[in-house]
């Protein structure tokens, strides 16, 4: 690696001998109010100067004075939006505050369509961030497909950062006065150290990268991936644009498991790559792959996200529930399997597989719980499998096979002391037996309704009511409107108000069979419940 000596530079110098601007590759603003009150309360509390750190740069463009931000654009983003925030405090007619703002914050042009700030965030962030730091309103000269620009994260974060920022100089400047304000942002802002590192081209930025995600710095695999992406293609512009594509599609918080998962379902060796080693691979396969690897990637992001969000899908209602109920479960570990399913798999036999992993994620983890991650291996051999032949019988034997691991006897006595771990698991519960019952008439609608405790919490008391008001015989389904209005009334006033669900099977159940309910009740109701799950969820 290739590093140009490093030097100790003020902010002001800084500020003042070159322009900055955060590589296409470079993950968005991300700092949170913690962070950035940190960082003015130890430049506010310490000794100037004082020291911040090292920024690492690529140099750019030397006629245009240009350095690329390679770390450390987190720090100078959040520096130049307390300058401006003093700027906005000091008024847009104070001398001290137009010197600050020519001096620091803008730069005259030195170039054709260059821009006039010493600083430039990613597309993202670039055009909300100089709205933030001058006093005009700066938009996207283009917007994405349907007109509309995209609201990101880090957009929030930006304000929110300088929000606060401009509160604690409020704070400051009433207790200290405007002289001494001035000479806060002189003599302290501007004077924080930095050690400055120049890199002189693109390998050494990816190696720079890669020591700092060996030395456990928090770089994630969606960083390293965009970094190594941007630094071999031809069009880094389109590269960057691709990325940030695919990243929208399965959200920004999803992206590395999305990458994890994804390596492999695409895997074909004895075991699938591990966190460790994953860039290891995704750097093999980007280079056997080239332009292509970008193109699938956004297939698989695709189907992806049909896994995080049901709802898009409009094409199959047995396909959006099956989902929807694995999504209620929390089944993530079976989403490699499922990606290779979706590409291999006709859809009905797909529907399948996800039924069958269904009610092997209830019975194992739900009911059970048993750690999910003992059946990564299994899932692992099931996609290989499903990649050579293409056919689904063998892996639906063998998640049978796997569900009746779990004895009915096992099965039965978990169920019957059952307490969903959340209202969505409970509602799939009941919803899942109901339209068992329902046979071939029509079936409930799962965004129609809701779950409701029979015995409120806050209710009528007695004694040891609060060891049974989670159990999921204290639970029937209603619709929402319904649901809002029996609130807290004890059980015969709120029993008129469940006669008028008629379609809820387990409801009329529950109205028809207990004149009371308590203690006894719930531990009947729920020993019926659990006679009826031995069918649903039978393998």
């Given at each position: 690696?290739?590093i140009?000596?490093?030097?100790?530079?003020s902010?002001?110098?800084?500020?003042?001998r070159?322009?900055y601007?955060?590589?296409?590759?470079q993950?968005p603003?991300?700092?949170?109010i913690?962070?950035?009150?940190?960082?003015?309360?130890?430049?506010?509390k310490n000794e100037a100067?004082?020291?911040?750190?090292?920024?690492v740069?690529?140099k750019s463009?030397?006629?245009?004075?240009?350095?690329?931000?390679?770390?450390?654009?987190?720090?100078?983003?959040?520096?130049?939006?307390?300058?401006r925030?003093?700027?906005?405090?000091?008024g847009?007619?104070?001398?001290d505050?137009?010197?600050?703002?020519i001096?620091?914050?803008?730069?005259?042009?030195?170039g054709?369509?260059?821009?006039?700030?010493?600083?430039?965030?990613?597309?993202?962030?670039?055009?909300?961030f100089?709205?933030?730091?001058?006093?005009s309103?700066?938009?996207p000269?283009k917007?994405?497909p349907?007109g509309?620009?995209?609201?990101?994260?880090?957009?929030?974060?930006?304000k929110t950062?300088?929000?606060?920022?401009?509160?604690?100089?409020?704070k400051?400047?009433?207790?200290?006065?405007?002289d001494?304000?001035?000479?806060?942002?002189?003599?302290?802002?501007?004077?924080v150290n930095?050690?400055?590192?120049i890199?002189e081209?693109?390998?050494?930025?990816?190696l720079?990268?890669?020591?700092?995600?060996?030395?456990?710095?928090?770089?994630?695999?969606?960083?390293?991936?965009?970094?190594?992406?941007?630094?071999?293609?031809?069009?880094?512009?389109e590269?960057?644009?691709?990325?940030?594509?695919?990243?929208?599609?399965?959200?920004?918080?999803?992206?590395?498991s999305?990458?994890l998962?994804?390596?492999i379902?695409?895997?074909?060796?004895?075991?699938?790559?591990?966190?460790?080693?994953?860039?290891n691979?995704?750097?093999?396969?980007?280079?056997e792959?080239?332009?292509?690897f970008?193109?699938?990637?956004?297939?698989?992001a695709?189907?992806?996200?049909?896994?995080?969000d049901p709802?898009?899908?409009?094409?199959?209602?047995?396909?959006?529930?099956?989902?929807t109920?694995?999504k209620?479960?929390?089944?993530?570990?079976?989403?490699?399997?499922?990606?290779v399913?979706y590409m291999?798999l006709?859809?009905?036999?797909?529907?399948?597989?996800?039924?069958?992993?269904?009610?092997?994620?209830f019975?194992?983890s739900?009911?059970m719980?048993?750690?999910?991650?003992?059946?990564?291996?299994?899932?692992?051999?099931?996609?290989?499998?499903?990649?050579?032949?293409?056919?689904?019988?063998?892996?639906?034997?063998r998640?049978?096979?796997?569900?009746?691991?779990?004895?009915?006897?096992?099965?039965?006595a978990?169920?019957?002391?059952?307490?969903?771990?959340?209202?969505?698991i409970?509602?799939?519960?009941?919803?899942?037996?109901?339209?068992?019952l329902?046979?071939?008439?029509?079936?409930?609608?799962?965004?129609e309704?809701?779950?409701?405790?029979?015995?409120?919490?806050?209710?009528?008391?007695?004694?040891?009511?609060?060891?049974?008001?989670?159990?999921?015989?204290?639970?029937?389904?209603?619709?929402?409107k319904?649901n809002?209005?029996?609130g807290?009334?004890?059980?015969?006033?709120?029993?008129?108000?469940?006669?008028?669900?008629?379609?809820?099977?387990?409801?009329k159940?529950?109205?028809?069979?207990?004149?009371?309910?308590?203690?006894?009740e719930?531990?009947?109701?729920q020993?019926?419940l659990?006679?009826?799950?031995?069918?649903?969820?039978?393998?």
């Amino acid at each position: 690696m290739s590093i140009v000596s490093p030097q100790t530079y003020s902010l002001e110098q800084l500020l003042t001998r070159r322009r900055y601007q955060v590589p296409i590759y470079q993950r968005p603003f991300t700092w949170t109010i913690d962070q950035a009150s940190a960082l003015f309360d130890d430049i506010e509390k310490n000794e100037a100067p004082y020291f911040l750190g090292i920024l690492v740069f690529q140099k750019s463009s030397e006629e245009n004075r240009l350095c690329m931000i390679v770390d450390g654009q987190q720090r100078m983003a959040t520096l130049l939006l307390l300058i401006r925030s003093a700027i906005e405090l000091l008024g847009k007619s104070d001398e001290d505050a137009k010197q600050l703002q020519i001096t620091y914050i803008n730069q005259k042009k030195v170039g054709k369509d260059l821009p006039k700030f010493v600083l430039t965030l990613n597309d993202r962030d670039k055009f909300n961030f100089y709205s933030l730091i001058s006093d005009s309103e700066y938009v996207p000269t283009k917007y994405p497909p349907g007109g509309r620009p995209i609201r990101f994260t880090s957009s929030k974060k930006l304000k929110t950062v300088k929000d606060i920022l401009s509160d604690k100089l409020a704070k400051l400047l009433t207790k200290i006065g405007r002289d001494k304000f001035i000479d806060f942002i002189m003599d302290k802002v501007l004077e924080v150290n930095f050690v400055e590192v120049i890199l002189e081209d693109d390998n050494d930025v990816y190696l720079f990268f890669e020591t700092l995600n060996a030395r456990g710095i928090d770089l994630t695999i969606s960083d390293l991936l965009k970094n190594y992406v941007c630094s071999i293609a031809d069009n880094k512009t389109e590269a960057s644009k691709n990325v940030d594509e695919i990243t929208n599609i399965v959200g920004e918080g999803k992206m590395n498991s999305f990458l994890l998962h994804y390596s492999i379902a695409l895997s074909e060796g004895s075991s699938p790559p591990t966190k460790k080693i994953l860039m290891n691979w995704y750097s093999e396969i980007i280079g056997e792959e080239k332009d292509k690897f970008l193109l699938k990637l956004k297939d698989y992001a695709d189907i992806y996200s049909l896994f995080l969000d049901p709802n898009k899908i409009t094409y199959s209602p047995e396909l959006k529930d099956t989902l929807t109920f694995l999504k209620v479960l929390g089944a993530t570990r079976c989403y490699p399997l499922l990606l290779v399913g979706y590409m291999n798999l006709h859809p009905k036999d797909f529907i399948k597989l996800c039924e069958a992993v269904e009610v092997l994620t209830f019975r194992h983890s739900t009911i059970m719980g048993k750690d999910a991650k003992v059946l990564e291996e299994e899932y692992y051999k099931l996609l290989l499998q499903i990649k050579i032949s293409k056919d689904v019988k063998p892996a639906l034997e063998r998640l049978k096979f796997l569900a009746n691991k779990i004895t009915s006897d096992e099965f039965n006595a978990s169920f019957k002391v059952y307490e969903p771990e959340s209202n969505l698991i409970g509602k799939y519960i009941l919803y899942k037996i109901d339209n068992y019952l329902s046979k071939d008439s029509i079936r409930l609608n799962w965004n129609e309704i809701s779950l409701e405790h029979i015995l409120a919490p806050g209710g009528a008391n007695w004694e040891g009511k609060q060891e049974y008001e989670e159990k999921l015989g204290n639970k029937i389904l209603l619709k929402g409107k319904l649901n809002k209005s029996v609130g807290t009334k004890p059980y015969r006033e709120k029993k008129e108000m469940y006669k008028k669900e008629d379609r809820v099977i387990l409801t009329k159940y529950v109205v028809e069979k207990y004149q009371d309910f308590s203690r006894e009740e719930i531990i009947d109701f729920q020993q019926y419940l659990t006679k009826l799950s031995i069918e649903v969820w039978k393998p």
